[in-house]
């Protein structure tokens, strides 16, 4: 009887081991494993497996399925089929003329991956080329397909992959990544593909999805890199793991080959989905009928790329991509200033008090003389006669840092007239409301950008901030403190019982927009008048706003821009978004705030281009001979990216108001990703800035046009350049030199106002000191910012050095405009405020400032400077 069992025992262990075959190919290394079986159909993945602390966790749904993509005709680029909204209004309207043939291409066969045919296929040959490398073979009805897996030895995580056509048919082809496994939605803990939406559940309808992001689309879009920051699709599991697909560098497009613009080429196509709309990361390549798929018989196509495959979630993810595929701080460590961002904030000082440079014009507006900038961008009903003013902060900055008689005389009280004049006091609905962005000069009235609306999110703007701006350095201004309290009391008036606000209103006083949310940082205005006038309902029904905004949009990635004539394209509302947060956390405590605050900074990383990696190649840029990275996209953010944005046609923007909020998250999180953004944006963009007056192009594409159509755009460069620079300050000085910051710039980033109470520098008081001309340093990678003693006694000037080594030059000082008295002291003093040196009493010194470093040089004088 035993051994009639153990018989049987032996008989059942032969039977499992055949039944467990072993796999036909393996690739694996200590921290992941990819296993191929061979299937009646082809090789089939059968195992993919990480290791997560020491442990092997198999992964479900394995596959190893290829397509390939054939049309024997160039598809068609636009598309007649109509769409609407949830609410069933057609998408877009006629008035938004940017984006109603915009939208026609981006909705084509091929973006919506539908045109040509399929071949769906399991390679059927496979044999080992190497140490953990195998090629697999398919021979198709169009051509025999190569493929190449790897695992890469610098990086465990990651498999490389290289696919190789011969074409045996004339036609236009694609290949597609294969599915290495597929997450089933139910498991979907975050989507991205970086530029064009995040979230983590799917959004079926086709506008909300692919036209603003709000949601994962549930079509199987190919996204066009033009307005991709980062070429890597990325889907983190709730099983635990991240997959992403990188492509290699070298495939995505140059938006400048040569001597002019190619932004707008296409060669590589990102997805979330496959073409079935089974959720797994997906790279095409060439985009079908795009530049370089057209093949005629015996020609090939060759196709790099990288799976990226870890226990890690999709920000840390995304650094891998940014840093050690499209090698971000090689870009970065070439640029070098020709120009500091002192000079030319001190340069543009000289265009804005200029009223022919900088456009400066006074109307009548129902007997008030009211001040503003001409505007000749796009706003409708519009005869070149718009007006506008930009940042009030940067406005009542300047002019008090620098003490100017004609900015304090000629601008400010115009100005001031301007902004009271935008606010309706008369009785109704809109009582307290902002009645338009733009003022037209010809029919003397007041309107939106894009249309006969009122906005919520104008109120917070162009009542809320700009007014506490002015009355955070006028804070006896009863007037304004009425205004303010005006439009607060409405905001509180139009708040939903959720917490919520509608997008607009009609003039006719009916909520429009309905098929949108209002994903914008709103509730920011009622943290002002909390602010300036101390009213607990304030801040109460900001908390219940900013609650709404963060369980509904930011824990889901949904947020909405600003921009009327963009219909409201996710734009900097979202960097605002953090710093907003992040001041709602320093008012109450709450660390659910700064969590949120952290949370949408790591999602606007994804509104900065990564691609393609800057080199010193050398190009032609109207005709002047220039190097790549002067002019490369990478480190720029864009002012609405995705399906809608400008970026599409225009390419980034240099308006990094973005940079200083950037260098606070840096400081709060240790995440470098955010300083090395912040500082790539800043740093070496000497190339778009116009040469008479500082002032940089908004858009990529004007290269150094200057300041164009948006002269008040000038206002907006001096608020950010100057956040920038202070909190570089604060965070190389490890907090020693603080200067407090006012409210949120509207509309255009998350910048902040300055200079309307002292700061400290190593515990003593320090006025912010703006002196046009007085200070000159002869390395343009040093940059510097003045500032006074309380008693007038003390100048500091504090000098940043912007390159990872050391830096020296020649600093020479007018002390002239400071009217002081004798200097009786000169002395360096290191980020710590410990003296380093004492120098020579002259006007001239030499300096060296240690690699991303700071020193102050700290003069004593006899009497006070006035």
Same mark, same amino acid.
Request: proline letters at 6%.
């Given at each position: 009887m035993k051994h009639l069992i153990n018989c049987l025992l032996l008989s059942l262990l032969f039977s499992c081991s055949i039944l467990q075959n072993e796999p036909d190919f393996i690739l694996e290394n200590d921290h992941l494993k990819i296993a191929w079986e061979l299937k009646d159909w082809g090789y089939?993945?059968?195992?993919?497996?990480?290791?997560?602390?020491?442990?092997?966790?198999?992964?479900? %749904?394995?596959?190893?399925?290829?397509?390939?993509?054939?049309?024997?005709?160039?598809?068609?680029?636009? $598309?007649?089929?109509?769409?609407?909204?949830?609410?069933?209004?057609?998408?877009?309207?006629?008035?938004?003329?940017?984006?109603?043939?915009?939208?026609?291409?981006?909705?084509?066969?091929?973006?919506?991956?539908?045109?040509?045919?399929?071949?769906?296929?399991?390679?059927?040959?496979?044999?080992?080329?190497?140490? %953990?490398? =195998?090629?697999?073979?398919?021979?198709?009805?169009?051509?025999?397909?190569?493929?190449?897996?790897?695992?890469?030895?610098? *990086?465990?995580?990651?498999?490389?992959?290289?696919?190789?056509?011969?074409? #045996?048919?004339?036609?236009?082809?694609?290949? #597609?990544?294969?599915?290495?496994?597929? =997450?089933?939605?139910?498991?979907?803990?975050?989507?991205?593909?970086?530029?064009?939406?995040?979230? %983590?559940?799917?959004? $079926?309808n086709l506008v909300l999805g692919y036209g603003y992001g709000n949601g994962v689309p549930s079509s199987p879009i190919?996204?066009?890199?033009?307005?991709?920051?980062?070429?890597?699709?990325?889907?983190?599991?709730?099983?635990?793991?991240?997959?992403?697909? =990188?492509?290699?560098?070298?495939?995505g497009r140059d938006p400048w080959k040569k001597d002019q613009m190619s932004h707008n080429d296409c060669n590589v196509g990102l997805s979330h989905m496959n073409r079935q709309a089974k959720l797994t990361p997906s790279i095409y390549y060439p985009v079908l009928g795009e530049f370089g798929s057209e093949k005629k018989t015996g020609e090939s196509l060759n196709f790099g790329f990288r799976f990226s495959l870890s226990d890690r979630d999709w920000f840390e993810t995304l650094n891998h991509a940014v840093y050690n595929v499209f090698e971000f701080e090689k870009g970065l460590n070439l640029r070098k200033n020709r120009q500091s961002l002192s000079s030319r904030v001190n340069e543009m000082y000289g265009y804005l008090t200029d009223p022919e440079t900088s456009l400066w014009r006074v109307e009548d507006y129902e007997g008030v003389k009211i001040g503003a900038q001409a505007y000749l961008g796009g706003v409708v009903g519009s005869d070149k006669d718009a007006m506008k003013n930009a940042d009030y902060g940067a406005m009542w900055m300047l002019a008090n840092a620098t003490g100017s008689s004609y900015l304090k005389g000629k601008v400010l009280p115009y100005a001031l007239n301007f902004k009271l004049a935008q606010q309706q006091t008369s009785g109704g609905f809109f009582q307290g409301a902002a009645i338009g962005q733009y003022f037209l000069s010809k029919p003397k009235i007041f309107v939106e950008e894009w249309g006969k609306m009122v906005e919520p999110i104008a109120l917070t703007y162009y009542i809320m901030l700009d007014i506490g701006n002015i009355l955070l350095f006028e804070p006896e201004n009863e007037e304004l403190k009425k205004r303010l309290t005006l439009g607060a009391d409405l905001l509180l008036d139009w708040q939903k019982e959720d917490g919520s606000w509608a997008v607009a209103y009609s003039r006719e006083e009916e909520e429009i927009f309905l098929e949108l949310q209002d994903f914008r940082p709103t509730f920011?205005?009622?943290?002002?008048?909390?602010?300036?006038?101390?009213?607990?309902?304030?801040?109460?029904?900001?908390?219940?706003?900013?609650?709404?905004?963060?369980?509904?949009?930011?824990?889901?990635?949904?947020?909405l821009g600003v921009c009327g004539d963009m219909r409201y394209a996710p734009d900097f509302a979202t960097g605002q978004t953090a710093q907003a947060f992040l001041d709602l956390f320093d008012m109450t405590g709450d660390e659910k705030y700064q969590a949120a605050a952290i949370q949408a900074a790591k999602i606007y990383t994804t509104y900065i281009y990564t691609h393609p990696i800057p080199s010193r190649e050398i190009k032609t840029v109207n005709g002047k001979q220039i190097q790549d990275w002067e002019i490369a996209q990478a480190g720029l953010s864009f002012e609405h990216g995705g399906t809608l944005g400008s970026a599409n046609f225009h390419g980034p923007i240099l308006l990094a108001s973005h940079a200083g909020m950037f260098i606070r998250m840096h400081q709060l999180t240790g995440e470098r990703i955010f300083a090395d953004m912040a500082r790539s944006a800043a740093i070496g963009r000497h190339a778009f800035v116009d040469e008479k007056t500082s002032v940089a192009s908004y858009y990529w594409k004007g290269m150094n046009s200057g300041a164009g159509p948006f002269p008040h755009h000038a206002w907006w460069q001096v608020g950010w350049i100057t956040d920038y620079l202070f909190s570089e300050i604060e965070l190389r000085s490890n907090g020693k030199i603080t200067f407090p910051r006012g409210f949120i710039t509207p509309k255009v980033g998350?910048?902040?106002?300055?200079?309307?109470?002292?700061?400290?520098? *190593?515990?003593?008081?320090?006025?912010?000191?703006?002196?046009?001309?007085?200070?000159?340093?002869?390395?343009?990678?040093?940059?510097?910012?003045?500032? #006074?003693?309380?008693?007038?006694?003390?100048?500091?000037?504090?000098?940043? %050095?912007?390159?990872?080594?050391?830096?020296?030059?020649?600093?020479?000082?007018? *002390?002239?405009? *400071?009217? $002081?008295?004798?200097?009786?002291?000169?002395?360096?003093?290191?980020?710590?405020? $410990?003296?380093?040196?004492?120098?020579?009493?002259?006007?001239?010194w030499e300096i060296s400032v240690p690699a991303m470093g700071l020193i102050v040089l700290e003069f004593e004088f006899e009497k006070n400077p006035l």
């Open positions: 089939k993945i059968s195992e993919v497996a990480i290791k997560v602390e020491g442990k092997w966790q198999t992964l479900p %749904n394995p596959s190893g399925e290829y397509t390939l993509i054939r049309s024997e005709t160039k598809p068609e680029e636009k $598309s007649e089929q109509p769409y609407q909204t949830t609410t069933g209004q057609k998408f877009p309207e006629e008035i938004y003329k940017y984006q109603t043939e915009h939208w026609k291409e981006q909705v084509n066969s091929v973006a919506l991956n539908t045109a040509g045919k399929t071949i769906e296929f399991f390679p059927d040959e496979a044999q080992p080329i190497g140490e %953990n490398k =195998i090629q697999f073979k398919k021979k198709t009805d169009w051509g025999t397909v190569m493929i190449t897996w790897s695992l890469d030895p610098k *990086f465990p995580q990651d498999i490389l992959i290289e696919e190789n056509l011969e074409v #045996s048919q004339d036609g236009f082809y694609s290949l #597609s990544s294969p599915i290495l496994l597929i =997450i089933p939605e139910a498991d979907l803990e975050w989507a991205a593909v970086p530029g064009y939406f995040h979230g %983590n559940k799917l959004e $079926s190919v996204f066009s890199e033009k307005t991709a920051t980062t070429l890597s699709p990325i889907i983190s599991s709730k099983q635990g793991f991240t997959l992403a697909l =990188i492509s290699n560098p070298e495939l920011y205005g009622l943290l002002v008048a909390h602010r300036i006038l101390k009213d607990q309902k304030y801040l109460e029904a900001a908390i219940r706003g900013a609650d709404w905004y963060l369980e509904n949009g930011v824990k889901n990635g949904s947020f998350p910048h902040q106002s300055y200079g309307f109470e002292a700061g400290k520098i *190593f515990g003593e008081k320090a006025f912010q000191k703006i002196v046009p001309d007085a200070v000159s340093v002869s390395n343009p990678s040093i940059e510097y910012v003045i500032a #006074s003693s309380e008693k007038g006694d003390k100048i500091w000037v504090t000098l940043l %050095n912007q390159e990872n080594e050391s830096q020296s030059g020649d600093l020479k000082i007018d *002390f002239t405009p *400071f009217q $002081s008295g004798k200097l009786l002291s000169t002395k360096v003093l290191d980020y710590n405020g $410990s003296e380093i040196e004492k120098k020579e009493i002259k006007a001239e």
